[in-house]
């Protein structure tokens, strides 16, 4: 076995070497170089598009609530350029992560779409996305216009692949009537570690399991993140070379979470949405989710609810993020038209952020951000407040994969099968080889 | 046949006329098989020989570089210091759980219903309806429907056993042996009505002069049943058996979506880890290598149940 294992290591390096230097020939463009490639001096894209009347196919995952706000902003572009018409198609995320790479390659790709932000590096690096350095420069976008972490999160190899649309971090959200109940304010929420474990003890007196803590990615693994950063801990170091998910902080943050399913502050075997419901529904008081709650919440009839940012748990303030971005996908024809007026698009929603918010996300630029009629938006920027605590994966292909390992440890260890540390370890060990198998296949 | 051969024209005279018919006759089947041939040519076995090629890579379908790796992919198996080795036998015991309690009463139960729809009574057909329905249904309907009555906190099977001061607390999704139980569960219930049609097809077809001749002879209804019934369902059986084993070696959707594997990755099945690999990670040739272990698995168990109903009919 030993023998197989080095013989296919040193396969795999010398073929992989190979590769890495094919892929530099190609100018990091893949099989169909494309002019204005893209780089730190690459030349502003146009604003404005004036050729001939070009039809353009963006896809996203936007199922929810949000799918409709964005169908609204892609009609007033339409209407305001005669000449492009851009037709939007929607899929569930999962599909569409698998579905877009296989049209790309076979040419039916669409020109447009959306990316998660632990998305990008991998879809860069397979040839999929073109660099956007272009529109950024035209733009005029700079690092300081956003949120620093989501702006670099869209760059690999030194070019960027993505630009931020919104972010969508976690907040907490409480039932405000379920509060009351146990004698606490529902206008002061806990933001300290002693003030939520008090206010989980009131509840629990009144035989109310106030935090359920859910073993799924949606919403346990966020909140496990979230609670790694914020006892200064990392998923992993920067050039993600292995995880550090499983050192002292993780442990912590794990522990915190399965002490509420011990100590009574959460049922066992809290199900998929389960805690999301039981907020709803009264039988919880608190739950940690991501900011698309807020459009769930607001149709629920006679529900009294608020949202605030993260307690502070740990030593400092930090929470889990999403990010959606605007990418570009690799065509078999190179059509400049329509590369042009897809940036033109791209440029043109991202300045309409804040009516993107009103589907319930954080703008992505500042200057929207810190606008008067953003900050009207209450939940938005309860939750939009947390800007410089959130965190993002690193930038590298096949992120996902490690971080998935990562799924089952959370899961393993909330249902009361493994210990924290035991389970992390384990993880950790698995992420690890998955690291370095994807360094050797992306040759990073 | 010697009527036929009667009526046709003397054998000398047409010798080259025959000559001309025979060997057109020798084209027909094939010409009758060739759209077959063609789709499963393009469909089945194309794919299936590009499988074993992409199995002896490191194959990621967008990436220029596609290094071959022998059958390192195949090893990595059996290694268990490579990163897919406990995941991957994770899996396969996932399924041959699944498999070896969901055959038995994938194979009795729908029996025993077919036995019963089979008689006559007010409202047959109504309840050969009833039986069948679910199946009708896909799997994420079904799939998300007992996902929520399952929930182990807020699902209605739990209020109802408390209602009747049964426990309950049972983690139907989240822990073991209940997730099993579950999945067994709802597959029962979903594919019932699948079996027991063909079952039912089946019985129609044992001769009603069988019945007739064992009651003469003093059968009860037992003996009925084991001497004339299911004998006679035996090339149903075989059919049954061998289909229900591939069907749950390749549950996917049941456990994709009540039990996402959990609790950890102990109800991920096979199949939803070879599609992890193949088509999240993007690790095509280790998936590809996996379902070419699983196929040969399968093939094996089919060719054992094959023999012991071949055996049972010397």
Not at chain 1, 227 to 247: N, V
Request: proline share 6%; with cysteine.
């Amino acid at each position: 076995m030993n023998n197989n294992l080095t013989r296919r290591g040193l396969l795999g390096l010398g073929v992989g070497a190979s590769g890495a230097v094919l892929l530099g020939a190609c100018g990091d463009d893949g099989p169909n170089p494309v002019v204005n490639g893209g780089g730190s001096d690459a030349q502003p894209a146009a604003t404005t598009y004036s050729g001939p009347n070009v039809t353009l196919t963006f896809w996203n995952g936007f199922t929810g609530g949000d799918g409709p706000v964005m169908k609204s902003l892609v009609d007033k572009f339409n209407a305001a350029n005669p000449n492009i018409k851009v037709t939007m198609n929607v899929y569930e995320w999962a599909d569409y992560y698998q579905k877009v790479p296989a049209a790309v390659s076979t040419g039916n790709g669409p020109d447009l779409g959306i990316m998660h932000v632990e998305q990008v590096a991998t879809n860069a690096a397979r040839g999929v996305v073109l660099p956007l350095d272009d529109v950024a420069a035209s733009l005029q976008l700079k690092e300081e216009d956003f949120s620093p972490p989501v702006w670099r999160a869209g760059v690999y190899n030194s070019k960027r692949y993505a630009i931020p649309l919104d972010v969508h971090p976690q907040g907490m959200f409480y039932n405000k009537k379920v509060l009351r109940t146990a004698g606490l304010d529902p206008e002061k929420p806990p933001t300290t570690n002693e003030e939520y474990l008090a206010a989980l003890d009131a509840l629990k007196a009144k035989g109310i399991q106030g935090h359920w803590a859910s073993p799924f990615p949606f919403t346990g693994v966020h909140q496990f993140e979230s609670l790694t950063w914020q006892f200064g801990g990392q998923l992993f170091d920067e050039a993600a070379g292995k995880p550090l998910f499983a050192e002292e902080p993780g442990v912590k943050a794990l522990t915190w979470l399965v002490d509420l399913v011990k100590k009574g502050y959460s049922p066992k075997n809290v199900a998929q949405d389960a805690d999301a419901i039981a907020l709803q529904n009264g039988k919880a008081a608190f739950n940690w989710n991501g900011i698309w709650n807020i459009n769930t919440l607001n149709g629920v009839k006679g529900l009294e609810w608020g949202v605030s940012a993260l307690p502070q748990i740990g030593t400092q303030k930090a929470a889990w993020a999403g990010s959606h971005n605007f990418v570009q996908f690799k065509q078999k024809a190179n059509d400049q038209n329509k590369l042009t007026a897809g940036k033109v698009f791209i440029n043109y929603i991202s300045q309409q952020s804040l009516e993107w918010a009103k589907g319930g996300q954080v703008p992505a630029r500042k200057e929207v951000r810190e606008g008067t009629d953003f900050k009207a938006l209450k939940e938005q920027s309860a939750i939009g407040s947390q800007i410089d605590d959130l965190h993002f994966p690193p930038s590298v292909p096949g992120i996902a994969d490690a971080m998935a390992t990562m799924d089952v440890a959370v899961n393993e260890a909330i249902l009361l099968r493994k210990e924290p540390a035991k389970a992390l370890a384990d993880a950790a060990g698995k992420a690890g080889q998955i690291l370095e198998q994807n360094k050797k296949k992306y040759g990073g | 046949m010697a009527v036929k051969e009667a009526v046709r024209p003397p054998a000398v005279a047409a010798a080259t006329g025959r000559k001309k018919a025979r060997s057109h006759r020798g084209a027909t089947p094939y010409l009758f098989l060739l759209p077959y041939a063609l789709i499963f040519a393009t469909f089945t076995l194309v794919p299936a020989v590009y499988g074993i090629w992409i199995s002896l890579h490191d194959w990621d379908y967008l990436l220029p570089g596609k290094p071959f790796v022998g059958l390192a992919n195949y090893a990595a198996l059996f290694d268990w210091a490579s990163p897919v080795f406990d995941f991957f036998w994770q899996s396969m015991q996932a399924t041959g759980i699944f498999t070896v309690f969901s055959v038995p009463l994938l194979i009795v139960v729908p029996l025993g219903v077919a036995l019963l729809l089979n008689r006559a009574f007010p409202g047959r057909t109504l309840f050969r309806a009833v039986y069948f329905a679910p199946y009708v249904l896909g799997v994420a309907v079904i799939g998300l429907l007992w996902r929520f009555l399952l929930d182990p906190n807020l699902g209605m099977v739990n209020a109802a056993l408390g209602a009747v001061g049964l426990p309950a607390d049972t983690p139907w999704t989240t822990g073991l042996p209940w997730a099993w139980i579950s999945l067994v569960g709802v597959t029962v219930w979903w594919t019932i009505g699948f079996n027991a049609v063909i079952y039912l097809a089946g019985l129609q077809d044992i001769p009603r002069d069988l019945y007739d001749a064992a009651r003469v002879d003093g059968a009860g209804r037992w003996a009925e049943f084991r001497h004339v019934t299911l004998p006679g369902l035996r090339p149903v059986l075989a059919f049954v058996v061998i289909n229900t084993i591939l069907a749950s070696a390749n549950m996917f959707g049941q456990a994709y979506l009540i039990t996402q594997g959990a609790p950890g990755v102990e109800t991920r099945t096979a199949i939803m880890y070879i599609a992890d690999e193949g088509l999240r990670s993007y690790r095509m040739g280790s998936a590809a290598a996996m379902s070419y272990f699983l196929t040969l698995a399968l093939l094996l168990v089919s060719v054992i149940v094959f023999r012991l109903f071949r055996e049972k009919d010397t």
